[in-house]
C-alpha cells in the first residue's frame, strides 16, 4: 500500500511533466514490476482510478473497439431489435462483417451522449412551458 509521501511524490511528478515511477502488483500479490509512466498515462490513470473511488466503477475500453447489435443494445439501455432499427433509419453507422452488423463503440457511446442530451432539451422545454402555462397572461411579454 502506497504511503502519502509516494502518492505526493507520485502526483509531483506527474504535474511536473517528468516520468512517473509507479509499482505494479498483481493478482497474486506477489509479482511485481517497477516501471515509470510517462506523464499522460500517469493523468490517465489518476483519472479513473478517482472517477472509480467517486463512483465505485470505471471501465478503460479502447474506442477505436466494434461491438454487437447485443452489446450495443445494452450500452444504449435498449432491445436489440431497436438498435437495428436505428441503424436501417441511419441514425446509428454500421459495417456488416459476414452476416452479422458492428459498430464501432465510439460512434455507440456518441449516439447515446447525443441522445441525452435531446432528452435533457426535451425536458427543460416541457419545464419551460409549464412555468409558461402558469404565468398569467397579463405578466407575459
Known sequence: MPT???VLTWLDHRDRGRHVPVTVTFGDGHS???TRLPPAV???IYDVLRYAGDSGAAVVVP???DVSTAEAARLLGMSRSTVVRLIAAGQLP???AGTHRRMR???VLD??????QSAEEAATAARLAAVAEETPAR???
Open 139 to 141: 405578466w407575459r411579454a
Open 4 to 6: 502519502t509521501d509516494d
Open 32 to 34: 511485481t514490476v517497477e
Open 94 to 96: 454500421s459495417t456488416m
Open 111 to 116: 449516439y447515446r451522449r447525443r441522445a441525452r
Open 63 to 65: 474506442t477505436n473497439r
Open 42 to 44: 500517469a493523468s490517465l
Open 105 to 107: 463503440l465510439v460512434d
